[in-house]
């Protein structure tokens, strides 16, 4: 639930705007989330473990199952977590988080092509991330049916580079 408040605060800080995105294939670990229970909370936190063999947020490390991609691209972005198949009528849809691959899909994994178009690119903080899904998933923010999706560089380390992507996009 939001409240008002919550979401005048949240609609004061956030600006978005528009930019043209590539088609981009993406290869990574996938749940099913049913999102009336919170499981999310746990889920997909385990899903970027899974691939980084850490916690979003901090470095890369060798037992993540990220090294099993062959043929791993940086651009647009590193590592995506994407949200799609949405099933509203049990409120439940799939969690991705992956990374830009032209290479095959290794055992356990899926791959998910984000379709080239205009979409509403945030640039947000940690702090500033749930107020951005609020926006998104508000009633009055027009939305695709496809997919939403976060998009994230790392620097040199595999530490990720917050805030923003500057404007390469």
């Not at 919170?38 to 470095?59: D, F, H, T, V, Y």
């Not at 890369?60 to 949200?83: K, Q, V």
């Not at 509203?88 to 799939?94: A, H, I, L, N, P």
Request: contains cysteine; negative net charge.
């Amino acid at each position: 639930f939001r409240s008002r408040r919550h979401l005048e605060e949240s609609e004061a800080i956030m600006e978005y705007k528009l930019v043209e995105f590539p088609e981009t294939r993406v290869v990574g670990m996938c749940d099913r989330i049913e999102s009336t229970t919170g499981e999310c909370s746990l889920k997909i936190p385990n899903l970027w473990r899974a691939m980084l063999g850490a916690p979003m947020g901090q470095e890369l490390t060798p037992e993540g199952r990220i090294n099993e991609i062959e043929d791993r691209a940086s651009e647009p972005f590193d590592i995506y977590a994407i949200y799609c198949n949405y099933d509203y009528s049990v409120w439940e849809y799939d969690a991705i988080v992956g990374c830009p691959a032209e290479g095959a899909v290794p055992e356990g994994m899926v791959e998910f092509t984000l379709p080239a178009g205009t979409y509403a690119r945030f640039d947000v903080t940690p702090d500033t991330m749930n107020a951005a899904w609020d926006i998104i998933y508000g009633p009055d923010f027009p939305r695709g049916d496809v997919a939403d999706f976060e998009a994230y560089r790392t620097d040199e380390d595999g530490n990720f580079a917050w805030p923003g992507f500057g404007d390469n996009m």
